[in-house]
């Protein structure tokens, strides 16, 4: 047996230099006595897009609400571009530039869109003209609507909403999880280009997926987690074929499947 880069290592395939964000050997829960992540680590450099799958209840969310202050961390570190960010309180982090979007509930249903987006600047009123014209710049989308309540909205939509409201702060981070679930595989595919355009615009980005391939596809880098620990990392298309991922994370049926009936997507709900 040959021995390579031991694929569990959180630097793997990540490029030279500081990184922005780097979640360090991480212990958290949420109840005393029960560790969900138990020694997890993730390096995000500048400019990276970076994901995260696992199987379910693995604890992908609960890493991105560890990195968000929203967990408390029982060991290890998290910092931003070298500070000590760790159990920061979450709107000393945006303050710091983190944006985070939730999976659910992360919209204001019964205020408009552009209510939603300034209560995503409510820190620093002042630059609302300025950032709205760049966030409805990458939202086009939502300039003609925004005097409809979000809660009118179709699920596609609402994820704008959320992610552009994250982004009315400028933050350098921004964390998403699971953006493109609930969501037709076209407006999924949406979803995914605006990240990449996100992250193309100079917002460094870490995105939980249950879309593991795609995004495997789209990522520099990913990590596998499992059981609150990193099982793989390294760059996205590597990974993506990368034998035992795909027997033990990614699978070969869902995509059997999706090959041999091309409407097998029809009932999948959205607007
Ligand atoms: N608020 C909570 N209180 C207690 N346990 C939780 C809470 N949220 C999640 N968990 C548990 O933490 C584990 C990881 O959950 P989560 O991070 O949501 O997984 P994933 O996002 O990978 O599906 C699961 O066992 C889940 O039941
Ligand atoms: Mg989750």
Redesign the pocket.
Known sequence: MTTVTRTTDPHRGAPAGEPLLFADDLTA???TG?D?LRGCSLVLHPGELVGII????????????ALFGL?SVRSGRVTLAGADITNARADDLVRRGIGYVP?TNNVFPSLTIEENLQMGLYQAPARFAARLEVVLGLFPELGPRRRLRAGSLSGGERQMVAMARALMMEPSVILL??PSAGLSPVRQDETFLRTRRINKAGVSVVI?EQNARRCLQICDRAYV?DQ?TNAYSGPGRQLMHDPKVVELYLGTLATDVERDSPTAHDDTADD
Do not use: F, H, R
């Open positions: 829960g949420y109840l029960v969900i696992g199987p379910n209840g693995a604890g992908k969310s609960t890493l991105l609400k967990v999976q999880d699971e939980v987690l609150g």
